[in-house]
């Protein structure tokens, strides 16, 4: 039995663009990436990471929706 490898989607697959323009508004407004994180949670999101890629999740399932670009690395 082989063991499964995690493969993040490619960038913005499936984010709607709603989604990213509230990940990006929210980053903007905070101070540091746990602040982030945290405000994202209170929208029903969180972001995890995955062999350097941030996926972002929707809560409360964790159900993965997409990947984030680069530029909130």
Known sequence: ?????????AANSN??????????EER???LSPRE???RLRGY???IK???????VTRLPKC????VLPPEFA
């Open 15 to 24: 984010l709607e663009p709603y989604v990213l323009d509230l990940i990006r």
């Open 28 to 30: 903007e407004k905070a």
């Open 63 to 66: 159900i993965e929706i997409g």
């Open 49 to 55: 990471q995955i062999d350097g890629a941030q996926i």
């Open 1 to 9: 039995m082989t063991p499964e490898f995690h493969q993040p989607q």
């Open 36 to 38: 982030w994180q945290f």
């Open 44 to 46: 029903g999101y969180a």
